[in-house]
């Protein structure tokens, strides 16, 4: 099959709300452990793209596939969680006053995690996982702090050190430095990149959007080009942003 070897193959999606295609033949394959960025004008398609791969929006039409063979139009929203397809919505949605600890304890508990449950001793295992999630996101010396009093950029990285606390293998990021200053946005690219490269707590596979071209740069992955609902242009990012069919899209009209 053609999606053997995938980590994730999106053919032909198709996504209508009252006959406006927001998906229209969607095709997308990225390779396990692969790093990609999606840019795309307002409106391209992008969050109904990742609708479709955690289970919120199920497709009128098409291949979702995870793993080159688990079909996810058939699986619910929990249990594609559970397969380790993580997303990181723009904005962050963390435990303001917990510690970044506590946070991360409760992630580690998962959807069954409640305050109650913090009572419990944690496990050797599950401290030094903390631990690890904690130097890999930068946050180690603020772990005792309420998380209430972090920067918005350290908030962002806290929730991504969430998602990590499960193993995930498909980290879907939704504008990460949407809001942030340049050097959190640099610190962010950092560790997007650290996160694409760690191999501590298992490979994963990462499809970030964002707007951010700069940012995008930075993380010099492959990029694919969203334009009415369908990939308008992939390759380097010199190679799209020269693509003259992507100029008339940000620019023309
Ligand atoms: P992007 O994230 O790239 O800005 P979206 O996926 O949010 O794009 O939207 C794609 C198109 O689908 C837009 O024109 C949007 O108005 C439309 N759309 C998205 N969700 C819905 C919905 N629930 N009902 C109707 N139209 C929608």
Do not use: C
Not at 158 to 175: A, T
């Amino acid at each position: 099959s053609p999606a053997q070897g995938s980590i994730l193959y999106l053919d032909g999606v198709t996504v209508s709300f009252d006959g406006f295609k927001a998906l229209n033949a969607l095709s997308l394959v990225i390779a396990p452990g692969e790093l990609r960025t999606v840019i795309g004008p307002n409106g391209a398609g992008k969050t109904t793209m990742m609708d479709v791969i955690t289970g919120k929006t199920r497709p009128d039409a098409g291949d979702v596939l995870f793993d080159g063979h688990v079909d996810l139009t058939r699986l619910d929203e929990a249990a594609i969680a559970n397969l380790g397809i993580g997303r990181k919505f723009q904005k962050p949605t963390v435990f303001e006053k917990l510690s970044l600890f506590d946070n991360l304890e409760l992630a580690l508990k998962g959807p069954r995690g409640t305050l109650a449950t913090l009572f419990f001793t944690l496990s050797g295992e599950a401290k030094d996982r903390i631990g690890q999630v904690l130097t890999l996101v930068g946050l180690t010396d603020k772990a005792k702090l309420p998380a209430g009093q972090l920067s918005h950029g350290e908030k962002q990285w806290l929730e991504i050190g969430m998602l990590l606390m499960q193993d995930q293998r498909l980290l879907l990021l939704d504008e990460p430095v949407a809001g942030l200053t340049d050097a959190e946005t640099e610190a962010t690219a950092a560790l997007i990149l650290d996160l694409s490269r760690d191999r501590s707590l298992g490979e994963r596979s990462l499809v970030v959007v964002e707007h951010d071209m700069e940012f995008v740069r930075s993380l010099a992955a492959k990029v694919t080009v969203l334009h009415e609902g369908s990939v308008l242009a992939e390759g380097s990012i010199d190679a799209v942003q020269s693509n003259p069919r992507v100029v008339e899209v940000y620019l023309g009209r």
